[in-house]
């Protein structure tokens, strides 16, 4: 898994590319902490466009970022989530409790 992280000024964008699974969950978790103490953004965007698999590990990655964005009074927004994932977040509703964005040919 490939972790990409860019802040501009307030906004905290965090690039996922690979698979999302148990083997890469911490590595996302431990950098997003990171970036996110570094910035103590307003708003943390999670570029999903790159994640070619995901299974559920991906529900507990996006639970524990959006603890982290309502402690900091934050808000977080997944964009590009591709189709397999969109599926396993709506599957555990998810999509109820964070604002999601799918890929540029369904937005």
């Known amino acids: ?8 000024e307030r906004e905290l964008t965090i690039g996922l590319r690979g ?34 698999f995901m299974d559920s ?6 639970m524990r970022a959006e603890r982290r964005m309502c402690a900091l009074g934050g808000s977080l927004v997944l964009v590009n989530v591709p189709q397999q994932a969109r599926r396993v977040f709506d599957a555990a509703g998810i999509s109820a409790h964070v604002r999601m964005e799918g890929p540029p040919d369904q937005a």
């Open 19 to 52: 698979e999302l699974d148990h083997h890469s969950a911490r590595e996302v978790v431990t950098a997003m902490e990171r970036a996110a103490d570094a910035a103590l953004p307003s708003s943390l965007v999670m570029d999903f466009g790159g994640v070619t």
């Open 1 to 8: 898994m490939e972790v990409r992280t860019k802040t501009t």
């Open 57 to 62: 590990s991906g529900i507990a990655v996006v």
